[in-house]
């Protein structure tokens, strides 16, 4: 019962968490016209991202574990991807410097948007599990997740 009560969100971060989704999806719904969809793997986790080292460089082997794709953005990739794999800034701009020769633009703003909506479903299945949750460097709630994971 303790952890259960440690674990359980407070009425003023659940506000917070609440408040951050409604603002993304007011700036969600303006680009709406604008977003094109395509197959995306959806949940690119660094334990399905398969790389070999050739001489001392690292490339992309493969990426395995195809059971969440679906019709989406891209950018919901990349946010995964910013979230789970990317140690730093540094590490974010060098992914999107081997990703954009490849495709056409991608949309800055929407990845920042939707790392919303991915890290508050990250946070409540944590909350819920009662396991510590992985704080990204470019988390938005920091401070929540320290909270919980104490």
């Known amino acids: 019962m303790e952890n259960a009560v440690k674990n359980d969100i407070n009425k003023k971060d659940l506000e917070v968490m609440i408040n951050s989704a409604n603002k993304v999806i007011e700036k969600v719904k303006l680009l709406d016209n604008q977003l ?12 399905n991202i398969l790389v070999k080292k050739n001489n001392s460089k690292y490339e ?5 574990d195809v ?8 950018e919901c990739d990349l946010t995964f991807l ?10 974010y701009k060098s992914l999107l410097k081997e ?7 991608v ?19 944590g909350v819920l599990d009662y ?9 938005n709630f920091k ?8």
């Open 82 to 91: 910013k979230m789970k794999v990317c140690l730093n800034e540094d590490e």
């Open 143 to 150: 401070s929540i997740i320290q909270k919980y994971n104490n």
């Open 60 to 64: 992309l082997s493969s990426i395995i």
């Open 67 to 74: 059971g969440s794709a679906k019709y989406g953005v891209k």
């Open 99 to 105: 990703y954009q020769p490849n495709n056409k633009e």
């Open 36 to 47: 094109v969809p395509e197959l995306i793997w959806f949940d690119l986790d660094p334990n």
């Open 131 to 139: 396991e510590n949750i992985p704080a990204s460097y470019a988390s």
């Open 107 to 125: 949309n800055e703003d929407l990845i920042n948007l939707l790392l919303v909506f991915i890290e508050l479903d990250d946070m409540i299945i």
